[in-house]
Each structure stands twice: as C-alpha cells, then as structure tokens.
T-cell receptor, first 114, second 114 residues
Framework: NAGVTQTPKFRILKIGQSMTLQCAQDMNHNYMYWYRQDPGMGLKLIYY???????DKGEVPNGYNVSRSTTEDFPLRLELAAPSQTSVYFC?????????????FGPGTRLTVT | AQKVTQAQTEISVVEKEDVTLDCVYE???????LFWYKQPPSGELVFLIRRNSFDEQNEISGRYSWNFQKSTSSFNFTITASQVVDSAVYFCALSEATGNQFYFGTGTSLTVIP
C-alpha cells in the first residue's frame, strides 16, 4: 500500500491564481481530512469527508473548496490564492471503525503564495 | 468548544534525561479521544497513541509512557532516557465522539542534545 499520497510536494502561486492540491489513499478509508499547518502552530482542520459525496467544513474553510467523488480521492481547491494561504497542507485518512480513530497522514504540500 | 493546550513551546534535554511533555484539553463531551503525534524534522506526522475518555489507565510502550488524568484534563507524555532520534515536534490532539473533527495543540518542539 502507498498509504496517503499528496501532489505536488511544493508549489509557488501568485496572488489570485488557483490550484488544486491532490490527495489519494489506497486503504479504503471512508474518512478523509485536509489540514493546514502554519509555522509554529498546530494543524487546523479545513474540510473533512465521511465518505464519497459527503463533505463538511472544519475550523478554517474560507478560501477553499473540496469534493469527494470517489473513496480514494479528496482534492482541495484554492480559488484566488492569497498570501494568508501560505502554509503546509496535510491530507489524512482514517478507518471507519470506532476502535481505530488514528489518522494516517500524507507527506504534505508546501505552498507559498506571493 | 474543544481546545488543546501545549504550554511548552520548546524543550531541550541532554541525551538520557527523562522529559515530560504536557497536554491540557477542554471539552464538554463525555466521550472523546486523545492522541499524540510525532513530527520529526522530515515533516511527516507519525501516530503514537490514542486514548478514549473512558480509559484512564496509563500506558507504557518502551521508553514512552502516557499519563491520562480526567480530573485535571491532562494527557501528558513522558520519554524516558531520551535519545537524539526523539528530537521532533510533538502534537497532542483531541477528537469528539464521532471522530469527524480533530483539534490539535500548537506542539512542543523537543531537542535532545547528544
């Protein structure tokens, strides 16, 4: 299993540009998450999904959109990028069973908006 | 509202010393889950432990141990006989019962000096 994969690893955007961060998992996990990690801060939840076709907002959803058309993929869309979106973005997934809430994280995407 | 506080921003210890990382949480839920994750300099997030709110037993795994005390809303992490490889940022996290949303502390950066 590849686990959770994210592309790209690095990206520089100009203000106002748009892009999609890709996330895929091959563990058949229903739950998937997008976080951002700012320097010296913990992770903040942007969006999450409990299964294909179902998404919901986390703590910091403004400026982002998500979709979940398949169990495997959970892309994060940035529209009109702003410098405040400079961050490291982590995707995660977890199994559905209640006995296993631990999340499996991808390697992260480092995004700079200038 | 859910909140996790890691008051120790940075800690430095000399190799073989013991070190305790503090975590205090806030929640109104009676059922919740607590986690510790490790983020080494390479940047990935590694799951260490999960504890549910009904299980206050302390846990030991090799040089790692965790002390969960509901009376003080704390879930502290101790590394015994620290090693250089323990140098990382450690995050404490809280999830409500559904496991839909996770709340992370700001992390404690541990440096183990050889």
């Amino acid at each position: 299993n590849a686990g959770v994969t994210q592309t790209p690893k690095f990206r520089i955007l100009k203000i106002g540009q748009s892009m999609t961060l890709q996330c895929a998992q091959d563990m058949n996990h229903n739950y998937m998450y997008w976080y951002r990690q700012d320097p010296g801060m913990g992770l903040k939840l942007i969006y999450y999904s409990v299964g294909a076709g179902i998404t919901d907002k986390g703590e910091v959803p403004n400026g982002y959109n998500v979709s979940r058309s398949t169990t495997e993929d959970f892309p994060l869309r940035l529209e009109l990028a702003a410098p405040s979106q400079t961050s490291v973005y982590f995707c995660a997934s977890r199994p559905t069973r209640a006995s296993s809430y631990e999340q499996y994280f991808g390697p992260g995407t480092r995004l700079t908006v200038t | 509202a859910q909140k996790v506080t890691q008051a120790q921003t940075e800690i430095s210890v000399v190799e073989k010393e013991d070190v305790t990382l503090d975590c205090v949480y806030e929640t109104r839920d009676t059922t919740y889950y607590l986690f510790w994750y490790k983020q080494p300099p390479s940047g990935e997030l590694v799951f260490l432990i999960r504890r549910n709110s009904f299980d206050e037993q302390n846990e030991i795994s090799g040089r790692y141990s965790w002390n969960f005390q509901k009376s003080t809303s704390s879930f502290n992490f101790t590394i015994t006989a620290s090693q250089v490889v323990d140098s990382a940022v450690y995050f404490c996290a809280l999830s409500e019962a559904t496991g839909n949303q996770f709340y992370f502390g700001t992390g404690t950066s541990l440096t183990v000096i050889p």
